[in-house]
């Protein structure tokens, strides 16, 4: 048992997700901005269908919303962890949330009908990514007592 105002070390592994989590959350949000702005023009470009663009560009405010909140939380928690700090935690758990709301917006949506299975994935990925970034602001909090 760890004494009050004493810190265990954290393992090498931990600087490595918490530094992965903040570079893969900024990958996202450049994945963001390019939602936010896309056009007719530029989803033709990158191959999509007329049908997928109108259901691309039909996406409701809150799911676009609920993509900012998941990428920026990311980022944002796992800058955290880099600091060892353990509000960590609480704004990795928001992050999870958004994502999950965006997953479910996906499927009413038709949004994974229309794109098909590479969305499912990247979702699917994006979610286990945002949980496990969670579990591991979780399990520093209680390793070193974060701050």
């Known amino acids: 048992m760890v004494e009050a105002g004493t810190q265990r070390k954290l393992p090498p592994w931990f600087w490595a997700v918490a530094g992965l ?7 996202g949000l ?9 056009t007719s023009a530029s989803l033709a470009a990158k191959g999509m269908t007329p049908e997928q663009i109108d259901v691309y560009l039909s996406i409701p405010f809150w799911m676009n919303f609920a993509f900012g909140i998941g990428v920026i939380g990311g980022l944002i928690g796992s800058t955290l962890m880099l600091l060892k700090n353990k509000v960590a935690q609480p704004v990795l758990l928001a992050s ?4 999950v709301v965006l997953y479910i917006g996906d499927i009413v949506h038709g ?5 098909g299975p590479p ?4 979702l699917t990925v994006v979610v286990a990514i945002a949980a ?3 579990w591991v602001a979780h ?3 209680k390793q070193a007592r974060l701050a």
């Open 139 to 141: 399990f520093s909090n």
């Open 96 to 99: 999870l949330v958004a994502y």
């Open 30 to 38: 450049a994945q963001f901005m390019g939602a936010v702005t896309a």
């Open 119 to 122: 969305q499912v994935i990247v």
């Open 21 to 27: 989590g903040a570079a893969w959350n900024f990958f």
């Open 111 to 115: 949004v994974f009908a229309a794109l």
């Open 132 to 134: 496990a970034l969670l």
